[in-house]
């Protein structure tokens, strides 16, 4: 079956420095969802991409979907402490999502 | 607007007992998802209804799992019997319209069960 997976795992950054989690899915994607989790909570909706090479910015966050519509980055500029928490990807299979197994970021103040 | 809710927050109960956990969409929202995260490791898809038919329970993982959701409103998602594998976080979410691709994914508290 479909398999999304995101690397790394695990990211320990000092507050100031950047960020990057990587999606990949072993089938092409028709699109994609990121969320973020903090600790304790539930799942928040970040964004979706749908074309192709998209790239979409939210304040410190950019968020990249392939050309090849198989993989995406989030990239966090100048994290802060508020950024901690897990991020997942969550790939179109079909009318329903496959999350990947989240990055978790902790940020060093 | 109230956000996806979820009862009960926690759970703790015996191998071989029975939990009925419950989801209350977002009003208004024909897709209901039934997740699950077990020791902090990816939100596994358990099933998906649009409105009170289910479309996809590929994810659920046998005959001890059974989901339910009455006239399209909230929804019930019942072990029987509960195994020690069952542990874990339970999350709800809903999401507006039947177009693909679907849209943003409203998740709920989540409920923790834990069975010893």
């Known amino acids: 079956g479909q398999q999304v997976m995101q690397i790394p795992q695990y990211q320990h950054v000092q507050e100031g420095e950047d960020f990057t989690t990587y999606c990949n899915s072993s089938?092409?994607?028709?699109?994609i969802q990121w969320y973020k989790q903090r600790p304790g909570g539930h799942p928040v909706f970040l964004i979706q991409?749908?074309?192709?090479?998209e790239v979409k910015k939210q304040k410190r966050l950019t968020f990249q979907f392939g050309e090849a519509k198989k993989n995406s980055s989030l990239h966090i500029t100048a994290t802060q402490t508020t950024d901690v928490g897990t991020y997942f990807c969550?790939?179109?299979?079909?009318?329903?999502?496959?999350f990947g197994p989240g990055t978790r970021l902790s940020v060093l103040p | 607007e109230a956000g996806v809710t979820q009862f009960p927050s926690h759970s703790v109960i015996e191998k071989g007992q029975t939990v009925t956990l419950r989801c209350d969409p977002i009003?208004?929202?024909?897709?209901l998802y039934w997740y699950r995260r077990v020791m902090g490791k990816e939100i596994k898809f358990l099933l998906h209804?649009?409105?009170?038919?289910?479309?996809?329970e590929s994810g659920m993982p046998n005959n001890r799992f059974l989901a339910e959701r009455t006239g399209g409103t909230y929804s019930t998602l019942k072990v029987q019997p509960a195994e020690l594998e069952d542990s874990g976080v339970y999350f709800c979410?809903?999401?507006?319209?039947?177009?693909?691709?679907?849209?943003?994914?409203?998740f709920g508290p989540g409920t923790r069960l834990t069975v010893t």
């Open positions: 979410a809903s999401s507006q319209g039947l177009a693909a691709p679907r849209g943003e994914q409203y």
């Open positions: 089938t092409t994607l028709s699109n």
């Open positions: 991409l749908v074309k192709s090479g």
């Open positions: 969550a790939g179109a299979r079909g009318q329903n999502f496959v």
């Open positions: 009003s208004g929202h024909d897709n």
């Open positions: 209804f649009v409105k009170e038919s289910k479309q996809d």
